[in-house]
């Protein structure tokens, strides 16, 4: 765990910490001692307030509070009552912004992603770096990446366009 990334990471502008993601590797301990290595291949950016698709946008209430937290700090979410997301914030505290894991090596769908990690709400408002159950390592891939649109977000209006979601490129056989 040496390499693992600090809270100074993702106390960053969310377009600056998005792109550095995609390679590095998720690292998941479960309750039985196994550990498992994902390395993370497709993330979204959300960005304050202002931004439609972020849950920021409905202002400050008990269910965004953890997103006004310091960049470094765990923020899951249910949808459809089944799928827990992964999202972890960035920037300065009261800056209300995060990435989510989209997809990791092998795994596609943030709800997969949170499936296969077997996430809960317990997770929530955690430290990613002071954190034993799951933490993000440094690896010295630098992926070429393409940005494409957010997913899922046609309510957002001029904001759904916004190429905000990067990818690792394949490298062609």
Known sequence: MANKLTEKFFQRDVLDVAPDLLG?????????????RYRIT??????GEEDKACHASRGRTAHTEVLYSKGGTIYVYLIYGI????????????CPQGVMIRAVEGIYGPGRVGRALKLDKSFRGESIEKNDRMWIE??????????APRIGIDYAQEWKDIEWRFIVKEKPL
């Open 138 to 147: 440094d690896s010295d891939e630098k992926p070429e990446y393409i940005t």
């Open 42 to 47: 497709d993330v979204e950016a959300y960005r």
């Open 83 to 94: 799928y827990w997301l992964l999202n972890i914030e960035t920037g300065d505290k009261d």
């Open 24 to 36: 590095k590797i998720l690292v998941r301990q479960f309750e039985n001692g196994e550990k498992r």
